[in-house]
């Protein structure tokens, strides 16, 4: 039994499976996830897991060079936003409409759905590699 990290086997084997420059995105309990894109759901109830707590284990296991968010974000939830920024602050980032980043999740590898009922805790993430290059 693996005895630390994330368990949940789905999503540990999706990040598992990342390579240099795939997308996935982490979203709230009611983000639309396009038709033909894997869900690993976590959501229990409103509030579990929160986003924080998702972002937190995907990264402790996954190198991120860069993070699109919509940019509603910035009036809506700036402690999110902050939070964000302190956990990525290496990584290009992009803000975008929501409209545009619900449209630009019809191309990621996965999604995670949480239990967070704030506004905006929706974030496409591009995978990096974990060596310098």
């Known amino acids: 039994m693996k005895k630390r990290g994330i368990i949940n086997a789905q ?5 598992a499976g990342l390579g240099h420059k795939d997308t996935f995105m982490i979203g709230d309990g009611g983000m639309p996830i396009p038709k033909g894109v894997e869900v690993v759901d976590l959501a229990l109830c ?11 284990a995907i990264l402790d296991e996954a190198e991120i060079e860069q993070y699109t968010i919509a940019n509603e974000i910035e009036e809506k939830n700036p402690e999110l936003l902050a939070y964000i920024r302190e956990k990525l602050p290496n990584a290009e980032w992009n803000m975008v409409p929501h409209t ?3 449209e630009m999740s019809r191309n990621v590898k996965f999604a ?17 590699v ?4």
């Open 11 to 15: 999503l540990a084997g999706l990040i």
């Open 100 to 102: 545009e980043l619900k």
């Open 46 to 56: 409103g509030g579990v897991p929160t986003f924080r707590q998702v972002m937190d």
């Open 112 to 128: 995670v759905r949480t239990g967070e009922f704030t506004p905006y805790p929706n974030i496409i993430l591009r995978a990096g």
């Open 130 to 133: 974990a060596f310098p290059a």
